[in-house]
């Protein structure tokens, strides 16, 4: 059966309100949030700092974030819109501190999120430590490993949520982090926020955790010698300078590839259909290593 049709084997099927359901009513547990969270990934956990809009004071709120892009470094934010403070706090061309959470201030990261009056400071009612900023007005918490300094460049209603583009300015780090092995810094932080069990009041609890060991992704020849987001031509080549490719199949390759560029504007054209199944069945020999089956189907063209 294909794909995405309901009998697929392995395959559970659910619609929106069966994934929203405590407890799902198709496969009851313990655990009323179980069937909703294995469809909510882990999300990193930030504390957002901002100021408030009126008053300059202080305010500190748990969320999670996303990246957004690199070059320039920007982020989304997930605000609440339960989170007024924050939310009020967050506009555009205002300026935010979004500091990284380690799994040694838990207790504290959810004391931020508590439902205090505005003006209180959650960092000081968690036993953080502000410090100053040095492109922002707007403090860091000295417990978090990392502190990016941000202005907000977009902030729109989304549903429950408002999401907010923050553009870093800057940024600080522990100096002992310099020298930690990359296994040690997931270990540590950034927190995620990975589910919500069941209290005994009928409530919930969120849940942190944190990543440990590091999974790497495929290295030459199985993707170009610099890694990720160099051309395919320079990979094809560098295949062939190490001996995978002959010159033969290299430049038949490239033509493919030209011509398949070539027809991008035009999804339907048939001819661009079939390179386009040539090219897929290319990567697939490549990337499970049958090199010496590339110039049998390189011949079949």
């Keep these: 059966m294909a794909p995405g049709k309901e009998g697929n084997p392995g395959k559970v099927y659910f619609t929106h309100d069966e994934i929203q359901e405590r407890p799902n009513k198709r496969f009851p547990a313990a655990d009323p949030f179980t069937i909703h969270y294995h469809f909510r990934p882990a999300r990193p956990a930030n504390l957002c700092v901002t100021l408030d809009r009126d008053t300059g004071e202080v305010n500190v709120s748990a969320g999670t974030l996303g990246p957004l892009t690199w070059n320039p470094y920007t982020m989304c934010l997930h605000i609440s819109r339960g989170s007024p403070h924050t939310y009020n706090n967050l506009y555009e061309g205002g300026e935010c501190v979004v500091a990284l959470p ?49 202005v907000v460049e977009f902030k729109k209603d989304y549903y429950t949520h408002a999401i907010v583009f923050v553009r870093v300015l800057g940024a600080s780090i522990d100096e002992k982090v310099l020298g930690m092995d990359r296994e040690a810094v997931v270990r540590w932080y950034p927190t995620y926020e990975v589910d919500d069990v069941a209290n005994e009041f009928g409530g919930s609890v969120e849940r942190l955790g944190v990543m440990g060991e590091i999974l790497e992704c495929p290295r030459f020849p199985l993707a170009p010698k610099a890694g990720w987001y160099q051309s395919f031509d320079r990979w094809m080549t560098e295949l ?48 499970n290593k049958k090199w010496t089956e590339i110039g049998s189907l390189l011949a079949r063209y």
């Design 102 to 150: 380690g799994r040694d201030i838990v207790r504290e990261t959810w004391i931020t999120a508590l439902p205090l009056p505005r003006g209180i400071s959650e960092a000081e009612v968690a036993g953080l430590t502000e410090f100053p900023s040095r492109h922002v007005k707007v403090p860091g918490i000295a417990e978090c490993p990392v502190n990016f300094e941000c």
């Design 240 to 287: 062939k300078e190490e001996g995978f490719l002959t010159a033969e199949n290299l430049a038949t390759i490239l033509a493919l590839a030209r011509e398949y560029n070539g027809l991008t504007p035009d999804p339907g054209n048939p001819r661009r259909s079939l390179l386009r199944e040539i090219i897929t069945a290319l990567a697939k020999l490549i990337v």
